[in-house]
């Protein structure tokens, strides 16, 4: 059974089709999740938030072929919601205070600091479209917004990536 073919039932209140839709996808949720937050028991949180989202709203999917788009709309939402939550915790003692954030690596990739000074919305589109191969279009259906939008997004966010690997290079 194809996935067009789960969602629909899943539409109709299959919840078994629904479970196969969610394994067949958990991995690639699981992967946006941790580019976002760069923390297993974050992105994990992430995932089960956006499986949550998805069963409680899955009948007011019109348009089964698209499940896959909706349901990596609703993950980056589920994203976004958890880093903006994240900025507004405050830790009462100092042992926990900045213990949210996680301690950059010495060896980690200059790519995923670079990424992370982007803003949102370029971080997100060029997330999609290189870390998910997602095309273009199907990035403006998850984003809602037009399709050139979205080209002018990832070739500014592309130079953005290229300056800040470029300091990082001549900074090291």
């Known amino acids: 059974m194809n996935q067009t073919e789960l969602a629909q039932r899943a539409i109709s209140g299959d919840e078994d089709s629904f479970t196969l839709l969610i394994q067949e996808n958990r991995e690639k949720i699981y992967r946006m999740a941790f580019t976002y937050v760069r923390n297993k028991e974050d992105a994990l949180e992430i995932v089960q938030e956006t499986v949550y989202r998805a069963f409680i709203s899955i009948h007011k999917l019109k348009q089964p072929q698209y499940f896959q788009t909706w349901l990596t709309k609703i993950a980056v939402n589920c994203a976004l919601d958890h880093i903006r939550k994240a900025k507004k915790v405050v830790y009462m003692d100092k042992e926990h205070e900045g213990s949210y954030e996680q301690k950059p690596r010495e060896d980690a990739i200059d790519l995923q600091d670079a990424l992370g000074q982007l ?24 984003l809602d917004i037009p399709l050139s939008s979205v080209k002018s997004i990832i070739y500014r966010g592309l130079e953005k990536l290229k300056v800040n690997i470029g300091e990082r290079e001549s900074l090291g």
């Open 119 to 142: 803003d949102e919305k370029s971080r997100t589109v060029i997330m999609l479209r290189y870390f998910e191969d997602m095309p273009i279009k199907d990035i403006a259906d998850v």
